[in-house]
């Protein structure tokens, strides 16, 4: 097809690299481990946005903004926090730069050394809890749902887009409660928001369930997570949720007045996802063509390419995709016309193929004088003859058709590689045949966690909450076990 | 009325300090310099955003999303942009925390010091023209129309909420020509967006000019500002576009084919508003009773109060409060309903007045017996009673004048507060008695311009673009003046 796009089957991860440059998603930029995100990405991103913002409004959450620097003695208040980011911080050290007095050009000014340095956050529970302090007197001033749509940095040394970069971009919930059962109930909640935006809006669908200790947020008493699985068989964390208890009340001293007037250190919760969730998006819908776009996603859901040779033709065939597009945009449907000259059909197909687009119409004289036109599926690379008097509408639930479609077919996929086994060495061999998801029985300690780990490189990606309880024995140690848990290798 | 709030004639600055923390709109971090938006103040922020991302993208932008940090080497490529930022970055030094080998607890790892050091923005051109030089080839590639919305660092000695902040939001266009006259062309398309927004959406008055050479942005050809008038008679720079002409090209050997197949460079804008709007909005229309908004921007527009004293009569005035606010649903006006038990209808009163609602219904038990509503504006502190049946779309009526009343009063408050002067010791005395607006010769020199600041402190806002021209001498030097330009102290 002229895409000189690496297969899956050849170098999966070669393919997801190419396939994010060439269809304009982002692109590395001078700055070590942090991306450019480009319009085309950037758009997709907006209408994640878009629906997790109309979400998160609708359960009563409102937009705040909080500082970008953290002080350092704020970011060591609560112990196990600070242990799990402490790694990866960016520090501001200065304030100030000038010229070298040795005419070496522009240095750090030595002499505007901050008193205190200044995290750049990785995560802003500490500031916010600061804030709160101030915010939080009686029960009356709770709930309190707050969440932030932010740029944050963690220092990775191995990076890759969307994936793992040093700054990405995300929202972040915080929310204060007068009870434990609510704070819980919170949590939970805004697991299952993510599980419904990730699974109806982006087409992928996900586990839900809860992290082991090892695998929780550092501070979190519980995390409530959505795992997706990817075609490569590897599972992906697409958003987690965090039952906070009262650590970070105690650790910034947030007390409230109870409704019999008995002071109480408030309980929390905090929720994220990020632009990592395009990652998943491209691992999870997108083939040897280019990126596959879910139609809630796509920045343009349909786009109409007038086939001609002389301006006669091109007349006749825009006047029908004018047509064409007024009829689709009163539908409510985001189309674009691709009536530029510089390009001939064949490099647009192409283009657009690349890019994801869910729905190619193609208009040549023919088709002017039939009255037809001609639509192209992304995600299944079908072409159909259409009459132009009824394609509006037929584009309209052929989108709705491709929505489902992408999200049956990723179902299909993740049943074949999910495997139940009862043995370590079966666990061994499907995870080096296959990979996927595989239950298998664990005895709940950390330390048999670890030697999987160790040996294996799979990771306890959750304990689902959507399944039966079937007791069993550990796959290693042979010790009892409530239920099988989730192993994978992960993103 | 309860509200504790200075008043405007007893000190101006002690009351938009106090008037920001009291209406929730902000209030100052533990970070120095940088402060927490609250919830109802970003609401605010929000509704800008949404209407200028709208303008802007129906002029052809795009969004994206370029790196927080610069490297240090980037930042000091324009001279004159180094020159105009360097003395306010903040700089990350390292990456890395770690427990401190003597148990003083947590210290920056001096083993992670980074090789070059990182800017955290001030300002994107640098990392961004980096980015153009891989995106532009040839005249096909141009324009290139991009907006990222953005937080930014400049480090600040005074800072003030909104006005002058360490960190504050912004959005930052930053767009790519073939020719200089398309380039101009977009600087001034882009300031004549800022004033159609910040005049009709938020209904401040401003004049739209060009800056003097000193007074331009860093690297600069041109700066294109809006400027307005506030309440104690100083000016606030609005919005700015900047024609960069090829600096930033040439800095970072950014060429393009053009349609002869010559290389050349190419010719930028970049222009921006920010959170400091929010003070303009402030110390335009808000009084001592707290803020005022213009409906545009309110997130409410409307807010009912209840008025009762039994079960009974909560029930009664619930209903007509329910029915009228479907009813203004249904036009597409932000309504609440405040049925909170926990406060009585004058401390809600008092609270939404300091919020700046502007237009507050109160329905008490005579008024479900009459079949009225009384209907309060926050503008005029003037109230009327209205039939329920006419209310809704008299209240629709009632917000449009609202916003044009609060333009007309800015507008003739500006023309009062205009002099036009003659002689440099007139100049003195309307600045010293007045300030406000002042129309004065000045002969076109940097160095009349900095004696007139410092002498007086008051600088030239800028050389306004729909003046007449009308040739004089300058009220200093009595050198030749093509025009009048227009002085005020600034914030």
């Known amino acids: ?19 994010v440059i060439k269809a304009d998603l982002a692109e590395n930029s001078g700055v070590r481990g942090c991306m450019v995100i480009k319009p085309y990405g950037f758009a997709i991103w907006e209408r994640m946005q878009a629906e997790l913002d109309r979400m998160f409004k609708e359960t009563g959450h409102q ?27 960016a520090v501001v050290t200065h304030y100030r730069l000038k010229n070298d007095p040795d005419g070496n050009g522009i240095i750090v000014d ?17 500031i916010i809890w ?67 935006f990730v699974e109806n809006f982006m087409a992928i669908p996900v586990i839900k369930g809860l992290k082991t200790e090892s695998e929780r947020f550092a501070g979190a008493l519980e995390t409530y997570c959505i795992e997706a699985l990817m075609q490569d068989g590897k599972a992906l964390q697409a958003g987690t949720s965090h039952f906070l208890g009262q650590n970070f009340a105690k ?55 007038p086939i001609y040779r002389d301006d006669e033709q091109f007349e006749a065939t825009s006047n029908v995709a004018n047509e064409l597009m007024a009829e689709l945009r009163s539908l409510g449907i985001r189309v674009k016309f691709d009536n530029r000259d510089t390009h001939k059909p064949g490099w647009k197909f192409n283009e657009y193929e690349l890019k994801g ?25 079908s072409k159909e003859m259409m009459n132009k008097s009824e ?79 079937a007791s069993g024995s550990c796959m290693v140690t042979g010790k009892p076990s409530a239920r099988k848990v989730i192993f994978a290798k992960a993103y």
């Open 1 to 19: 097809m002229g895409k000189n796009l690496t297969t899956r089957a050849e170098d999966y991860s070669k393919w997801y690299n190419e396939l």
């Open 63 to 89: 937009n705040a903004y909080f500082p970008l620097f953290i002080p350092k003695s704020y970011f060591s208040k609560e112990a196990s926090h600070v242990d799990g980011f402490a790694k990866e911080c």
């Open 110 to 126: 030595p002499e505007a050394k901050l008193e205190e340095e200044l995290i750049v956050r990785p995560t802003s529970e500490t």
């Open 130 to 196: 600061d804030t709160y302090r101030k915010w939080i007197q009686s029960y009356r001033d709770l709930p309190l749902l707050i969440n932030q749509w932010a740029n944050v940095v963690r220092w990775e040394l191995r990076t890759r887009l969307f994936l793992r970069t040093a700054e990405f971009l995300w929202q972040e919930g915080h929310t204060a409660h007068a009870t434990k059962d609510e704070a819980i109930a919170e949590a939970e909640q805004m697991m299952n928001i993510y599980a419904e």
């Open 251 to 305: 650790a910034f001293d947030v007390k409230f007045a109870n409704k019999e007037g008995k002071q109480d250190y408030v309980w929390a919760t905090s929720w994220g996802v990020s632009t990592r969730l395009i990652g998943a998006l491209i691992m999870t819908h997108s083939d040897d063509n280019g990126l596959v776009l879910p139609p809630n996603l796509a920045p343009d859901q349909v786009v109409i390419v």
């Open 357 to 381: 687009v869910p729905v190619r119409i193609a208009i040549g004289p023919k088709d002017v004088e039939n009255g037809t036109v001609e639509v192209a599926r992304r995600d299944t690379l």
């Open 391 to 469: 394609a509006a509408s037929a584009i309209k639930e052929l989108l709705d058709e491709i929505q489902k479609n992408l999200f049956t077919k990723a179902i299909d996929f993740r049943k074949e590689n999910t495997t139940e086994v009862s043995s370590y060495s079966e666990f061994k061999e499907v995870l080096e045949s296959n990979g996927g998801f595989i239950l298998a029985h664990w005895d709940g300690t950390p330390e048999t966690e670890e030697q999987i780990k160790n040996e294996t490189k799979a990771t306890i990606r959750c304990i689902p909450i959507d399944a039966d309880d």
